[in-house]
């Protein structure tokens, strides 16, 4: 059992949980574990700066991204989160994340800009509203990312619903050699209680 009040730290307490115990099965209470339950944390935040960016932290925390501006106060300057990756964590993906239902194809040349600007590699869009047709166009123009001295690419924009990210957590992104250590990892437990084989 445990306690704490901001979604970041609960986010990264359960994903401690996880690499300490595979297959460990638990209920968080207090967070969205649902659809609806983002959508009333996102309406919580529209009047309340503090409850928004809760949502924030909320949604970062289920693709395993760094907040933009480390909870920092002032303006985020369109970065809302990071994801690191590469052998030596050159690569950078910026993460914005929205919360309304007036996402449109400006938001996607937004992040393109932020992207391009901070020198970043891959900008992903992560939203609770459904992305519209030329959202999903303006995203394919932006093509793809080379991962250099491998074969392969992914899309340098990527548009992931918050219901895509419930579902698939960090996987729903897609990353050359996603860096797993965005957070300290907890050490894998190991039941020192068992038994082990007995001799008869």
Known sequence: MGIDV???????????QRDAFPGVSFTTHGVPQDIEGARDLAARGRGDKNYYFEFEKWALSLINAQPGNLSKKGADKGIDGNLYFGAKHEGRAIVS???????????IRDLRGVIEREGAQIGVFLTLAEPSRPMVTEAAGAGLYEVPGLAGSVPRIQIV???QALALRDRAVRLPALRADTFKKAAREQDRGALGALDL
Do not use: F, Y
Not at 6 to 16: D, N, S
């Open 6 to 16: 901001t979604h970041l730290a609960i986010g990264l307490i359960e994903k401690r």
């Open 97 to 107: 994340v929205k919360a309304g239902d007036n996402v449109g194809v400006s938001m």
């Open 161 to 163: 619903t918050i219901e």
